[in-house]
């Protein structure tokens, strides 16, 4: 029993380690990580699809970013929100770049806020538009939160005044080490990301550039026999939901087959 004990407690830690904010630089577009709702638009996120709003709404980084308003003096609700598990650590930093290129009424009621668990951490208004006018970095003291546990991060906005605010380019980084962000692991020729992790009700896979053609898709339970099974074709940069509400609580194996490759990951199942 107590090698059993040492043994769980192993693979629990290398998934609370291995966690991280996915998709936080926007530039694996729509659906990827986030949560999205906008009143007008059906998602705050944009590529050049968007327009420009006259030149100045812009990505301060890649092809993606969130853009709040867009709507002109129509009531604009947009919000971005994803559930991320924070590292144990003692020291924690959001970061992200932000910018109203566009005022609008200037008032402050069109704002857009950070907020982490509930809990405001930061907002912008239209009245701050001179101190935004350029993509400005902003550092967020997060100690309170490594604790290693899931925590919700929510960007939310409402604006009627015409304003535009604009995000880019988060980044979560606990006790100096920066959480490798979901596109620099599929750049890093990792083949697929399996996110969230733990998961409740569905995992996603999403699988790299590397791995091409067909490939079996099982979920193992904790004495290796396979719950689920699929077969996918071409599978390169495809993403893959898997319904995981039914499942009991506890580990499992996601075992990607392709061709002569057999690449596992494990994820932890809660509910
Ligand atoms: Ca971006």
């Given amino acids: 029993m107590k ?21 936080p630089g926007f530039d694996s577009g729509t659906e990827v990580g986030w949560t999205e709702n906008s009143t007008n638009f059906g998602t705050p996120l944009c590529d050049a699809g968007c327009g420009d709003c006259g030149g100045s709404c812009a990505p301060q980084a890649g092809a993606w970013y969130a853009w709040f308003g867009g709507a002109g003096a129509n009531l604009e609700v947009g919000t971005l929100s994803q559930v991320v598990t924070i590292a144990n650590g003692s020291q924690g930093q959001l970061s992200f770049f932000v910018r109203v290129p566009t005022a609008g009424d200037g008032s402050a009621d069109d704002a857009v806020s950070v907020v ?44 009627d005044g015409a304003s535009n605010i604009l995000f880019d380019s ?42 091409g053609g067909d490939a079996t898709v099982r979920i193992l339970d904790s004495n290796g026999r396979a719950v689920s099974e699929q077969l996918l074709g071409g599978i390169r940069g495809k993403l893959l939901t898997l319904e995981t509400g039914w499942l009991p609580v506890g580990m499992y194996v996601v075992e990607v087959e392709s061709g002569s490759e057999l690449i596992r990951e494990r994820i932890s199942i809660v509910h």
């Fill in 116 to 159: 982490l668990d509930g809990n405001v951490l930061f907002t912008v208004n239209a009245s701050q538009a001179a101190d935004y006018a350029d993509y400005t970095q902003i550092d967020i003291d997060i100690d309170a939160y490594t604790d290693g546990g899931q925590h919700t991060l929510g960007i939310e906005g409402l604006q």
């Fill in 170 to 211: 988060f980044n979560l980084t606990i006790d100096g080490q920066t959480s490798v962000g979901f596109d620099q692991q599929l750049n890093g020729e990792k083949d697929f990301v399996l996110y969230p992790n733990p998961a409740d009700s569905q995992i996603n896979l999403h699988f790299g550039q590397r791995l």
């Fill in 3 to 23: 090698h059993f004990t040492l043994v769980f407690l192993a693979l629990f830690l290398t998934i609370v380690t291995s966690a991280q904010l996915i998709n």
